[in-house]
């Protein structure tokens, strides 16, 4: 789960201002640098969301609030983006 990492730089510092709390983004898809289609980024984007989910389920468990409202964030982000996109064509 390195996306719940908090990012570092070069200097092995955290980019978010020494924040415990992680600083990690979602690529966009023509960031990549893999030969991924759209509907492949699409498919991995819907797995991601279930993977925060199993995720935020473990940390519930320890009753690490934080980290469970990190998920709920962050699916809800991805949630609205993927409704930004409306209806793809084909």
Known sequence: ?????PTRNGDG????GGSELPSGRILMHD???LPV???EY????????????RYAVA???KRDRDAV???LDTNRSMFMALKMIGRLPG
Not at 1 to 5: E, I, K, P, S
Not at 13 to 16: E, G, I, L, W
Not at 42 to 53: H, K, N, V, Y
């Open 42 to 53: 699409l498919g991995g984007l819907c797995d991601l969301s279930g993977e925060i989910g």
């Open 69 to 71: 409202k990190v998920c």
């Open 1 to 5: 789960y390195t996306w719940l990492q």
């Open 37 to 39: 289609s759209p509907e």
């Open 59 to 61: 940390r519930g468990t």
């Open 31 to 33: 960031e990549l640098k």
């Open 13 to 16: 510092n955290n980019d978010n």
